[in-house]
C-alpha cells in the first residue's frame, strides 16, 4: 500500500517505516534503507542513505547527519527530517542544488532517533516521557500525581482545581485563560490551583505532589561528552541506551560526516556549542565559521541562532552534560545544530523576550497576546474549562492548553509551513561541506620513463578539517595519494603513498578585495616519476575522510 506522506499529520512508527520502505522502492538510484540499531523496546532505529549512488558509494563522499525526535514528545522533529526526505528525493533532477547536493554528498537521515517514546507519545492513550521507555533511575513507579488521560477523550490537557490558596487566577478580561497570582493578590478571590491532569497515585486525600518520572532517563545528556553520573538523567554510562549506542557507533564509523542537526522542539531557534562556557572558548575560526553558518540559518528559517550556554541555559551555574551537538563538535569536530522547532511567542510577535526566562516570568499581557493568537489560529490548541468528576479530587474542571499539539509541535495545519525552511537549512550545510574533486593529471613520457602529475583539490566551501576543533582532537585524518603501479612498473621518484595535509576551503577569504589572497590553499599536487613500457595503465586514488574520494587512471606514453 502506498500513501503519499502528508504534512499536516503526525505519524505513527509503523507508517514511517512504511514510508521509508517506499522510498528506495521509488527512488531506487537516490536512497537505501538500514536500520542502525533496535529500540530498548526493539524497533529498528531507520536510516535512510541519500545519494545519487551513479556517482560513488555514499562512503566516498562527505555526508550530513540529521536526526529527530530524541525527545518522546517532540514529534514535529521526525517530521522535519521527513520532509527533507521527501523534498530531496522529490526535488532531484529539478531542482540544481538538491541535484548537486545529491550528485556530490550524502544524506545520513533518522527520521525517530526514539520510537519506542513517540510511539508512547502518540497512542490512543498517551504517555508523555522526556525519551526512552526504559525505566530509569528505579523500575517502581514512586506515589504521586501522574500526568494521563483521565476522562478518556486521549488528550492530555490541564486540571484547575477551586482553591484559596491556588497560585492561578483567571485574567480579569479573558477569563478561560489562567494567569499567576500577584504577591500581592488580597485572600478570598477566585484562586485556582494548576496541574497537569492525571490521578494520584495513593492518594492521602490532602497532599498533592508530582510524582517523579518512571522513565527519567534523557537520552540527549546520554552522549559520550563531559558525561558524569551526578546528572542522573544522563543514564548509566555514555551510550548506555541502545538508541544511542546505535547512532554514536554508526556517526564514528563514517567519519565522511561534516556536519549535523538534531531536531528538536520547541523554541524556533537553532543552538550551537559549547553548552559548558561562553562561547569565546571555542578556536576563533570555528566561532566566526559557526557565526556565518548561524546568520544563514536565520535568513532561511527566521529562527535566531544563538549559543547554547549564553542564550538558553537553564541555569547559568551548572550546566547540561551528555549532549549531542556537544559531542559532535567537541569529539567529532563538526559544526552541529539543535534546532528547536517551532515557537508559540514568536507566532504572536513578542519581542526581546530571553527563551528560558520567559518560561519562568512574563506578563499576563504576553499570555494575552499567545492566546489570542491560538484562537484566531489553532483554537484547538486550547481547550475550553469543563467539569469532570475527578475519581480523587471530586469536582474538578479539565481544559486549558492541550501542550502537544500547540506548545510542543505546531498544531497540525501550520505543521507543513513551520518545517519547510528547515530542509534549506540541511541543504546549505550540506553544500558548504570540504569535498575533494580532480583537478588535472598529466604525463609527460620520455621513452619509458614517465612523469606524472597528479592535481586535486577541495571545492568546498569549508575546509578538507571542517573546524579546528577536529585538528585539536587529532580526528582529522590528512589527504592520503595512492599510486597503484602495475607488473612491469618501476618508481624512480616520488611515493607510492602520500599525504598531503589538509586542504584550505574557501571560508576564511576577505570580504575586502583590497585584501584579496585567493592562493591555491585548496590545491595538492603530487609527482612521481615512472619506469613503464608505453601503454601502461596506473591507478591513482586520493582520498580524505571527509572530503571523499577521488580515483582516476591514465595510461603513460605519449601517444
Ligand atoms: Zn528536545
Redesign the pocket.
Known sequence: MTTDIRFDTYYRYDAITQFLHNWPEKYPDLCRLSSIGKSYQDRDIWLLTITNFDTGPDTEKPAFWIDGN??SV?LS?SSAALYLINHLLTHYGSDERVTHALDSRVFYIVPRLNPDGAEWALADDPIYIRSTTRPFPRTDQLDGLIRRDSDGDGRVLQMRIKDPNGAFKPHPEHPRLMILRQPDDLPGGDYYRLLPEGKIQNYDGVTIKLAPRKQGLDM?RNFPVEWTPEQVTGGDYPASEPEIRSAVDFIVKHPNITGAITF??FSGVHLRPPTKGPESVLPTRDLRTYKTIGRKATELTGYAAISVHEDFAYDPKSYIKGTFDDWMYEHRGVYAW?T?IWSPQQQADLKDYHYIDWMREHSAEDDLKIIRWFEENAPEGYVDWYEYDHPQLGKVELGGWHDIYSWSNPPHKLLEKEIAPLAEFALYQCLISPRLELHSVDVTSNGDTHRIRLVVENTGWLPTNVTEQALNMKIAQPVEVDLELPEGARLLMGELKTFGGQLAGRDHRSALTIWSADVTDNRLKVEWVVAAPSGTTVNLTAQHDRAGVVRTSVVLGNH
Request: proline fraction near 0%; avoid cysteine; glycine fraction near 0%.
Open positions: 530524541i525527545h517532540e522533529a540527549n528538536h522542539t539543535t528547536e
